[in-house]
């Protein structure tokens, strides 16, 4: 069931994020809380959602750490 789970946040943040992979998320179903840690972000997509000006550019985006809540009612 985690596993499911775990492919479907990735399926959902792979398409602003780096490297994202099923193991560097860390998933309690019981408690309905997740964690990702060290997560690179893509700079592309970032600046494009936070309309940028043309002379502003992301070199690089880290999230340290990212705390998921998850009610099921």
Same mark, same amino acid.
């Given at each position: $069931? ?7 946040? @990735?399926?959902? %943040? ?5 490297? !994202?992979? @099923? ?12 964690? !990702?840690?060290?997560?690179? %972000? ?6 494009? @959602?936070?309309?940028?000006? %043309?002379? $502003? ?10 705390? !998921?809540? @998850?009610? !099921?009612?």
């Amino acid at each position: $069931m985690a596993g499911i789970l775990k492919n479907q946040l @990735v399926k959902r %943040l792979a398409s602003f994020t780096k490297g !994202l992979s @099923v193991d560097k998320i860390d998933l309690d179903i019981l408690s309905g809380r997740g964690y !990702l840690d060290n997560l690179e %972000l893509d700079e592309q997509f970032m600046s494009s @959602v936070l309309e940028l000006p %043309l002379w $502003m550019e992301f070199t690089k985006i880290l999230c340290s750490k990212i705390r !998921l809540k @998850v009610s !099921l009612f």
